[in-house]
T-cell receptor
Framework: QQPVQSPQAVILREGEDAVINCSSS?????VHWYRQKHGEAPVFLMI?????EQKGHEKISASFNEKKQQSSLYLTASQLSYSGTYFC???????????FGKGTRLSVIA | GAVVSQHPSRVICKSGTSVKIECRSL??????MFWYRQFPKQSLMLMAT?????????EQGVEKDKFLINHASLTLSTLTVTSAHPEDSSFYIC???????????FGDGTRLSIL
């Protein structure tokens, strides 16, 4: 079952913050976040496995709620290089393939 | 970081041709490889999952006789689009992951155009 991502698109000025959400109607085993630039392959950002987990990677961090049905990706002090489409991929067990959301198109302008 | 190489990056060919796409994990053993199809401005749609040495598992609606997948070793999987037609034109991307809960590392994708 495809996770629901919101918003579909967002435009930011450099230095602004953004939050991208990824929701499922079922409890998830894991959530994976990727960023894809136009014409390129998706690049792995991070995995979340535990309810209540928070993880950071420089100015990009993510959380996974206690019920393991929602994850949020936080982009702080955005840079031009953050532009791209962000996808969450979710798995309902340890040996099932990821199902990706429809993506959130992020545009950072100067 | 883990590197996955996918070739060719672009193919343009006539209708009826068969096209083979290779996906290699260069610096790790890929227990599982995945093949996706992506239309412009859309999400990644899983076509099939393959484990080394066994038959691929295809998603519903994906014709296994049309999209042949071979995963002969822990570093190589191939997707052959047989008798391709214009509606098969798309961006095909492979990914690979190691054992356990691991990130999927994506190849650079193959843009297939059938005339």
């Amino acid at each position: 079952q495809q996770p629901v991502q919101s918003p579909q698109a967002v435009i930011l000025r450099e230095g602004e913050d953004a939050v991208i959400n990824c929701s499922s109607s079922k409890a998830l085993y894991s959530v994976h976040w990727y960023r894809q630039k136009h014409g390129e392959a998706p690049v792995f950002l991070m995995i979340l496995l535990k309810g209540g987990e928070q993880k950071g990677h420089e100015k990009i961090s993510a959380s996974f709620n206690e019920k393991k049905q929602q994850s949020s990706l936080y982009l702080t002090a955005s840079q031009l290089s953050y532009s791209g489409t962000y996808f969450c991929g979710t798995a309902v067990s340890g040996n099932t393939p990821l199902v990706f959301g429809k993506g959130t198109r992020l545009s950072v302008i100067a | 970081g883990a590197v996955v190489s996918q070739h060719p990056s672009r193919v343009i060919c006539k209708s009826g041709t068969s096209v083979k796409i290779e996906c290699r994990s260069l610096d790790f053993q890929a227990t599982t490889m995945f093949w996706y199809r992506q239309f412009p401005k859309q999400s990644l749609m899983l076509m099939a999952t393959s484990n080394e040495g066994s038959k691929a598992t295809y998603e519903q609606g994906v014709e296994k006789d049309k999209f042949l997948i071979n995963h002969a070793s822990l570093t190589l999987s191939t997707l052959t689009v047989t008798s391709a037609h214009p509606e098969d034109s798309s961006f095909y991307i492979c990914s690979a992951s190691g054992a356990g809960v691991q990130p999927q590392h994506f190849g650079d994708g193959t843009r297939l155009s059938i005339l």
